[in-house]
């Protein structure tokens, strides 16, 4: 979605050589969070939210509306920085190559937009490799930006917060989750919280972080050649996780619809309406009935891999990982059966931003202040 400016709402350059210096000093925490608010008013300042999970590096960059945002500019990349962490325990020197590549792209795009605010963060790979601080400071050395490592309930926070303005107003629960490169997280969402101002505050009922993602279900099981038996085996190890938390919260007060976010059902979206090329506008609040998730999910298992490479929707980048993430989603909707399923091609970067924004009061004019 490089580029691709887009409102925020209910529906639907290599690296070489030393790093430039931005406008302001990406190293130093305090003026990061703080100076945009001393030289901006409002809704003048810019915001950026970079996501480095995985699989795949992510950017948005986004100005205020009077009640949301505007993504002015954007940037996705699949990197697979997580490629052989579960074995290995260590990130690799291809992988950590692939996302310096990326991050310096990043971090063009937040110079040449006059990014003020920003929060840069990592996930799983970061989380579980060995050498993930070593790699946050050779980021910081060579590519100039400071990420940080968020923990696991973080995360499921902000994919909440970036996905509740899709949930159904009229229902009283649903369940999100977020099928990840390295891991997987569930939420339970009550009925959304009023808001002063900006998109609806999410209610988090209960939450939940699965050891376990599309990169590391594949590279386990392998995700080239998945025939029933073994997609079978993959989704029996997923339910292993997914069943304790349905145990606890399932049952009678069982969740009115499921609203996924991830490459997964995106991609799962984008096979079912049969388009010619991913077309976010299209997948973003897409409704999928429980017959049509099933339908697709068989469309896949019956595809050889050059199929699957040679589907618009999928790719090359996402062959081997497709029916991994299937085999989470199905452990998923085995232990929570909903009707209804709402695809969202957002998450965790939007939910940084309305963070960020609603801290700084650009909806309700009252800005937390600085310490």
């Given at each position: 979605?490089?580029?691709?400016?887009?409102?925020?709402?209910?529906?639907?350059?290599?690296?070489?050589?030393?790093?430039?210096?931005?406008?302001?000093?990406?190293?130093?925490?305090?003026?990061?969070?703080?100076?945009?608010?001393?030289?901006?008013?409002?809704?003048?300042?810019?915001?950026?939210?970079?996501?480095?999970?995985?699989?795949?590096?992510?950017?948005l960059v986004a100005r205020p509306t009077h009640d949301s945002f505007r993504v002015v500019d954007a940037f996705s990349r699949i990197i697979r920085l997580g490629e052989g962490v579960s074995a290995?325990?260590?990130?690799?020197?291809?992988?950590?190559?692939?996302?310096?590549?990326?991050?310096?792209?990043?971090?063009?795009?937040?110079?040449?937009?006059?990014?003020?605010?920003?929060?840069?963060?990592?996930?799983?790979?970061?989380?579980?490799?060995?050498?993930?601080?070593?790699?946050?400071?050779?980021?910081?050395?060579?590519?100039?930006?400071?990420?940080?490592?968020?923990?696991?309930?973080?995360?499921?926070?902000?994919?909440?917060?970036?996905?509740?303005?899709?949930?159904?107003?009229?229902?009283?629960?649903?369940?999100?989750?977020?099928?990840?490169?390295?891991?997987?997280?569930?939420?339970?969402?009550?009925?959304?919280?009023?808001?002063?101002?900006?998109?609806?505050?999410?209610?988090?009922?209960?939450?939940?972080?699965?050891?376990?993602?599309?990169?590391t279900l594949a590279e386990r099981h392998g995700g080239i050649a998945v025939d029933r038996a073994l997609f079978e085996t993959m989704i029996a190890e997923v339910a292993v996780f997914v069943e304790?938390?349905?145990?606890?919260?399932?049952?009678?007060?069982?969740?009115?619809?499921?609203?996924?976010?991830?490459?997964?059902?995106?991609?799962?979206?984008?096979?079912?309406?049969?388009?010619?090329?991913?077309?976010?506008?299209?997948?973003?609040?897409?409704?999928?009935?429980?017959?049509?998730?099933?339908?697709?999910?068989?469309?896949?298992?019956?595809?050889?891999?050059?199929?699957?490479?040679a589907n618009a929707c999928i790719g090359r980048e996402r062959a081997d990982l497709v029916l991994a993430g299937c085999a989470i989603l199905e452990a998923i909707r085995r232990a929570f059966p909903?009707?209804?399923?709402?695809?969202?091609?957002?998450?965790?970067?939007?939910?940084?931003?309305?963070?960020?924004?609603?801290?700084?009061?650009?909806?309700?004019?009252?800005?937390?202040?600085?310490?």
């Amino acid at each position: 979605m490089d580029d691709e400016a887009r409102a925020f709402g209910p529906g639907p350059a290599r690296l070489q050589g030393p790093h430039r210096r931005s406008p302001w000093d990406w190293r130093r925490p305090e003026v990061r969070a703080h100076d945009g608010l001393r030289r901006h008013d409002g809704r003048s300042r810019t915001y950026a939210a970079l996501d480095l999970g995985t699989n795949n590096c992510r950017l948005l960059v986004a100005r205020p509306t009077h009640d949301s945002f505007r993504v002015v500019d954007a940037f996705s990349r699949i990197i697979r920085l997580g490629e052989g962490v579960s074995a290995s325990g260590v990130l690799s020197e291809a992988a950590i190559v692939r996302a310096l590549d990326a991050l310096g792209v990043c971090r063009d795009k937040m110079m040449n937009r006059t990014v003020t605010r920003a929060r840069l963060i990592a996930t799983e790979a970061c989380r579980a490799a060995a050498n993930g601080p070593a790699f946050l400071a050779r980021v910081r050395e060579q590519v100039g930006i400071e990420l940080e490592i968020v923990d696991r309930e973080t995360e499921a926070l902000l994919a909440a917060t970036g996905c509740t303005p899709l949930m159904d107003p009229q229902v009283n629960s649903v369940l999100l989750f977020d099928i990840g490169g390295g891991s997987s997280e569930l939420v339970r969402l009550g009925r959304s919280a009023p808001a002063e101002g900006g998109p609806p505050v999410p209610t988090i009922e209960a939450w939940a972080s699965l050891p376990v993602g599309v990169v590391t279900l594949a590279e386990r099981h392998g995700g080239i050649a998945v025939d029933r038996a073994l997609f079978e085996t993959m989704i029996a190890e997923v339910a292993v996780f997914v069943e304790r938390f349905a145990a606890r919260h399932g049952g009678p007060q069982a969740p009115m619809h499921m609203l996924g976010t991830s490459g997964t059902v995106t991609t799962i979206c984008g096979v079912h309406l049969r388009l010619p090329r991913y077309d976010r506008r299209q997948v973003d609040g897409c409704w999928m009935h429980e017959a049509e998730v099933t339908a697709v999910v068989e469309q896949l298992l019956a595809m050889s891999y050059e199929d699957r490479v040679a589907n618009a929707c999928i790719g090359r980048e996402r062959a081997d990982l497709v029916l991994a993430g299937c085999a989470i989603l199905e452990a998923i909707r085995r232990a929570f059966p909903c009707a209804r399923l709402r695809i969202a091609d957002r998450g965790l970067r939007e939910g940084i931003l309305v963070q960020l924004m609603r801290e700084d009061g650009v909806w309700t004019g009252a800005p937390r202040p600085a310490p």
